[in-house]
């Protein structure tokens, strides 16, 4: 079918039709389904409940979540929640991942978080910073607990 005789099926005209395929306009979903049906088609919309386009990093966690158990268990790390950006469903494309856990670091030292920081640094590809309440700022601790959502 020609692009004249797709129009005048459609009820629109040929330059208008050559617009919309250029990308160049758009049309109405109503107009959308005259054309499709004139070529002999039917349109189908179908919703999803798509995540908040900050919430696609926390999503990304959640999906490793038992991943991300596993390795802190190995180091001691207990209660492993996200906070930050990522929690609050405001980050973006290229934000690092907070992560709150517990753990002694007073008795075990930093080395077993520097550990398990290098590890989700991997296992999520992106930036990622692990702290305990107790290492963080105090004006900072009140604020992490409020956005931390447990994993």
Do not use: C, W
């Not at 038992?66 to 180091?75: F, L, Q, T, V």
């Not at 492993?80 to 992560?99: C, H, I, M, T």
């Not at 007073?106 to 550990?115: K, M, V």
């Amino acid at each position: 079918m020609t692009q004249a005789a797709l129009a005048r099926a459609a009820g629109t005209s040929q330059p208008t039709l050559a617009a919309y395929e250029a990308g160049a306009k758009s049309p109405s979903v109503r107009t959308l389904d005259k054309i499709v049906r004139a070529a002999g088609f039917s349109l189908t919309a179908v919703l999803h409940t798509a995540p908040a386009a900050g919430g696609v990093v926390l999503a990304e966690v959640r999906a490793r979540q038992a991943e991300i158990r596993k390795s802190a268990a190995g180091y001691g790390i207990r209660n492993v929640r996200v906070f930050g950006s990522a929690a609050r469903g405001d980050s973006r494309p290229d934000s690092d991942v907070d992560l709150l856990v517990d753990f002694d670091a007073e008795r075990y030292g930093l080395g077993p978080l520097a550990g398990f920081r290098a590890e989700m640094r991997d296992l999520l590809g992106r930036d990622v910073d692990v702290a305990t309440l107790a290492l963080l700022r105090e004006d900072l601790r009140a604020v992490a607990e409020a956005d931390a959502v447990p994993l």
